[in-house]
């Protein structure tokens, strides 16, 4: 039963490093780990996170490890990344992360025209502001600068524990 | 063991009669599908309460089938689990009273009396109450006094009769900006009504006074302060509360419930056997129970000779709006007071209780001022979008998110009328789909009367009048027919034929001996103010009618 449970965590923690294999609808045009390419794109989405030091990847861990994040969410994280690259591939011939910042911002701009680009960055903003603006607990909101950003104190009290 | 009384739900509609009962020395049990929290695990946490949905049942686990009608007649079906749309509120001891915000105001005698104040009105089940408002008067008094509510008495056109001369709680303390309120309804001749709350503004009943966390709906209530149904009556007495605990069935014969069988966690069937039962699982869950405890005697459901449960579901009518005060616009003084945190706001407008447009006599409703909420994550989601509605993010969007929550601050208002009975409102159970437990089910059909809307619009143009009064700008409102899921009542309406109604005047069921619903079920029509105060009122009153019978 413990093996078990390592091999699932294993599983869970694995979705977020998988490797995103994008192509033209034929061919292979490249393959990039998920999470490099969350990275970069969320700080493109909104630089302020890490001027104030917001560990975005650690909460993105627990969004992909959720019980209460539906599957079909997370797939949805995942298929924008790919989509998002083949953007790239398409407008400028290399992945989004090999792209320079300005053509990164052509890329997340052409995407933006496309429904489900524009859903893409709506729910990638939602998860930017949740690990802002959550509670520290939640390992996003380092030393509560998202909160001093904007002068919000935060209610009380706070929780003892992850709602996982 | 036989209990004397069992309750299945402990929310506001259970609890009054587990409290009166068990103080009295019955024995009592109340069965709960959710879990217990006290005080001390109560957090603000946003992501847990509000992003992830934490005091609401999973919904691939448990769901609702939702048929929404046109006005024609057509309806679209919704799975619950697959459009994210859902009616829970609040599984846990206490129910949704706990995430109440507490917002309390009686129903008046007129509302007891809409068919015969108002007339017909076609394409709506509309009929009085089996009671008056004068029979239910003692026990708003003694909610007041026992859940606790806080306020002053104000005189104003429509102000109910009450027994006693004032509030037994101090009004709490508001924000500056309420001042700014009350002037702009002097100007406009309204009267400015400061909103009773079910919170305590002083510490009483071995409960903590409010400490003004800013962070009141939606959430439970870390004092006790909030009249929740769990701090204020289930803490308060013996009576034994049996948690994980969902009842999927009752059985009966002869007349008489004889048992409530429920899943624990585990998935494992215990029975209950009890003198008395009492279904108390809010609106939309007790007719589903009902439905689905059809036997050889009731093979349309418990209870359910006259083929009315289920029918008649009513919510809340209208809608919210909006302003906004933005800093150029004010003092710094005013400033100041506009972004005070942790106050409360605590007005509402009951004028149009009732009004003419020249050509009949309208039933209206209540407004209720109150500051946007306070969570972080939602105030800032509002901002992705610019002013032709195309998605933001980098440093334009984090400049415009600064500028709107550091220098502004939202007023809300919510619209509260009558939700007009109607034959396509109701609640049934699916053929098909099951929840986690293998139980049917339930289906929502909703409905909404035309006349509904034309109402909330009036009284929304009101609540205008007092924001542009106050100079706040971005005003703006939406009236709609979308039901708001913590505003349910009906399915088991309450009346003295036998025929067209599921309970008596004193909420026990036509069909049998032993069964009572103390929900929001038995309302035939809603009022146009939040339930949950008429819901505790009438709990007390059946809670009494237990006792004397009883007694005997």
Not at chain 2, 5 to 25: D, K, M, Q, R, T
Not at chain 2, 132 to 154: A, C, I, Q
Not at chain 2, 209 to 214: I, K, M, R
Not at chain 2, 255 to 275: P, Q, W
Request: aromatic share 12%; glycine share 8%; charged share 25%.
């Amino acid at each position: 039963m413990i093996s078990l449970n390592k091999r699932r965590t294993f599983l869970k923690v694995g979705f977020f490093s998988s490797a995103i294999v994008f192509t033209n609808g034929c061919d292979i045009l490249g393959v990039e780990k998920l999470s490099d390419t969350i990275k970069v794109v969320q700080n493109d989405l909104f630089p302020k996170a890490k001027e104030l030091h917001i560990n975005i990847s650690k909460y993105m861990n627990i969004i992909f490890q959720h019980s209460r994040v539906d599957e079909t969410d997370k797939e949805f994280i995942k298929n924008g990344i790919k989509w998002l690259n083949e953007e790239a591939v398409k407008m400028f011939e290399v992945p989004y992360t090999k792209l320079s910042k300005s053509k990164r911002q052509e890329v997340l701009e052409g995407i933006a025209k496309y429904r489900w680009g524009e859903n893409w960055i709506d729910n990638m903003m939602r998860y930017i502001f949740e690990a802002m603006l959550g509670d520290p607990l939640y390992s996003g909101n380092n030393e509560e600068a998202g909160w001093k950003w904007l002068g919000f104190k935060g209610g009380n009290p706070r929780p003892k524990e992850l709602y996982l | 063991m036989k209990y004397d009384i069992c309750i299945v739900g402990s929310g506001a509609g259970g609890s009054p009669i587990a409290y009166e009962l068990s103080n009295a020395g019955y024995s009592v049990v109340v069965l709960e599908k959710g879990k217990n929290y006290t005080e001390k695990e109560f957090s603000k946490d946003e992501l847990g309460v509000s992003r992830r949905d934490m005091f609401t049942p999973p919904l691939k686990e448990q769901k609702h089938i939702i048929n929404e009608y046109s006005q024609s007649g057509e309806f679209t079906r919704y799975d619950g689990a697959e459009s994210g749309w859902n009616f829970w509120n609040g599984s846990m001891v206490g129910g949704s009273s706990n995430l109440m915000s507490g917002y309390f105001h009686r129903m008046k005698p007129r509302d007891f009396k809409l068919r015969s104040s108002y007339g017909k009105i076609r394409g709506a089940n509309v009929v009085d109450w089996a009671i008056n408002y004068e029979e239910l008067e003692p026990y708003y008094e003694k909610v007041e006094r026992v859940v606790g509510v806080s306020g002053s008495v104000v005189k104003h056109k429509f102000a109910e009769p009450r027994s006693t001369k004032s509030f037994p709680y101090p009004a709490l303390q508001t924000n500056g900006v309420t001042k700014w309120f009350d002037k702009a309804c002097l100007e406009l001749g309204f009267v400015s009504i400061p909103t009773p709350r079910a919170v305590l503004s002083q510490s009483a009943n071995k409960r903590d006074a409010c400490y003004y966390s800013n962070f009141c709906g939606s959430y439970g209530c870390a004092s006790g302060a909030k009249g929740s149904a769990r701090a204020a009556l289930l803490q308060q007495c013996s009576a034994e509360v049996i948690t994980d605990a969902f009842v999927y069935k009752l059985d009966s014969k002869d007349s008489k419930v004889t048992g409530a069988h429920y899943y624990d966690e585990n998935l494992r069937s215990h029975t209950i056997s009890a003198s008395i039962f009492v279904l108390s699982a809010q609106a939309i869950e007790s007719s589903r129970l009902l439905l689905n405890s059809k036997n050889k005697e009731f093979p349309n459901g418990l209870a359910n000779s006259s083929g009315e449960v289920g029918k008649n579901l009513i919510f809340s009518a209208g809608g919210s709006g909006s302003g906004r005060f933005v800093f150029d616009k004010l003092t710094q003084t005013q400033q100041t007071e506009l972004m005070q945190t942790g106050l409360f706001f605590n007005r509402s407008l009951q004028d149009w209780y009732d009004y003419d447009d020249g050509c009949r006599k309208y039933k209206g409703g209540t407004i209720d001022f109150l500051f946007e909420h306070q969570n972080i994550i939602s105030r800032v989601n509002k901002e992705l979008y610019d002013e032709d509605g195309n998605i933001m993010w980098g440093d334009k969007l984090a400049k415009k998110i600064e500028k709107s929550l550091k220098t502004s601050r939202v007023l809300t208002f919510e619209v509260f009328n009558d939700w007009l009975p109607t034959d396509n409102c109701n609640v049934s159970v699916d053929d098909k789909q099951t929840d986690k437990y293998g139980v049917p089910v339930g289906v929502i059909n909703l409905s909404s009367h035309p006349h509904d809307l034309e109402v909330g619009e009036y009284l929304a143009k009101k609540a205008v009048e007092v924001l542009e009064e106050m100079g706040a700008v971005e005003i703006d409102y939406s009236i709609s027919a979308s039901p708001p899921p913590n505003l349910v009542a009906g399915g088991c309406r309450f009346g003295n034929d036998a025929t067209n109604s599921v309970l008596d005047k004193n909420c026990k069921a036509h069909d049998l001996d032993n069964l009572y619903v103390s929900d929001a079920s038995f309302m035939p029509t809603g009022g146009s103010v939040p339930y949950t105060w008429t819901i505790y009122a009438n709990s007390f009153r059946v809670a009494d009618i237990i006792k004397g019978r009883l007694s005997k």
